[in-house]
């Protein structure tokens, strides 16, 4: 069955960084778009960043120039490279293959 195993998130201060790395199996990934999204409390999940299975890029306005996403076909991974984080940046975030699959998401906390 198609499994998205997200890791790395957890505590960091405000201006630090975060990677935050999602592994699939189940599913051919170099086919798959692959997404971060992200939900924070009372808040409805958002789009924060995705790639196609070509490597092209988008990302949600207030993630622009701070995050990073990227892939590794050989690896089934996607990372999401957060920089310059803020408080409002707290939230889990969620991998997402083919707006049809997720994972059960990773906390990420910025607090001093």
């Known amino acids: 069955q198609v499994q998205l195993v997200e890791s790395g998130g957890g505590l960091v201060q405000p201006g630090g960084s975060l990677r935050l790395s999602c592994a699939a199996s189940?599913?051919?990934?170099?086919?798959?778009?692959m997404a971060w999204y992200r939900q924070a409390p009372g808040k409805q999940r958002e789009l924060v960043a995705d790639i196609s299975s070509s490597g092209s890029t988008r990302y949600a306005d207030s993630m622009k120039g701070r995050f990073s996403i990227s892939r590794d076909n050989a690896k089934n991974t996607v990372y999401l490279q957060m920089n310059s984080l803020k408080p409002e940046d707290t939230a889990v975030y969620y991998c997402?293959?083919?707006?049809?699959?997720w994972g059960q998401g990773t906390q990420v906390t910025v607090s001093s």
């Open positions: 997402n293959a083919g707006k049809t699959h």
């Open positions: 189940g599913i051919l990934f170099r086919l798959y778009a």
